[in-house]
């Protein structure tokens, strides 16, 4: 029998770990960009780029230190936004919604967050309230597990072809998966 992993929760799993932060990138979404790197995911994709990301004590402890030197880092004009990568972030909420959050009241919506997902847009619908949560702070998600069969490095922001690139808000007011349409790519 397969393990559903929408019934999986950031309790189960998440150590609140971070394995590592790169501020001002260019390859983690559109625009410059700071990457918070979240330590853990059980979804072990055959072919990850980011294997020892997938041990939830993988790096060190997620810091205010951390949290406040982001929000600095994102404070320079040139930088877009923030991304979520790891691991998985949406199994490790207690550090993601609560930067979020901060991002949010700190910049509303004037940068936007990113975060890549092994998650399905179907799974996380079904999903616990602090995923659909952390969805509500989100502006787009790169969604699925990467499939190695699939892999396309022509892709733009993505891995592998069953991967969308969905515009979150628009997708949560509509109740259907818009596909992001901001940037241009495959």
Known sequence: MAIDPVAWTSDQFSKHYIADYKPYNFVDGEGVRCSIYVS????ACKGCYNKA???????????????????EDLKAEYCQGL?????EP????GVTIQLCR?????FGFAKDIWSW?????????????DKQELLTYLDVI??????LDKKDLSLAFRGSSNQKII???QSLKTNTVKLWHNGDYK
């Open 40 to 43: 853990g995911c059980p979804f």
């Open 53 to 71: 990301a997938q041990n939830f004590t993988y790096g060190k402890p997620y810091s205010k230190e951390l949290e406040d030197r982001i929000v």
């Open 83 to 87: 991304t979520l990568l790891g691991g």
């Open 90 to 93: 949406f199994l490790n909420t």
């Open 102 to 106: 901060r991002i949010r009241q700190e």
């Open 117 to 129: 997902t092994g998650y399905t847009w179907d799974e996380l619908m079904r999903g616990t309230e």
């Open 142 to 147: 790169v969604d699925g597990r990467f499939e």
């Open 167 to 169: 515009d979150v808000q």
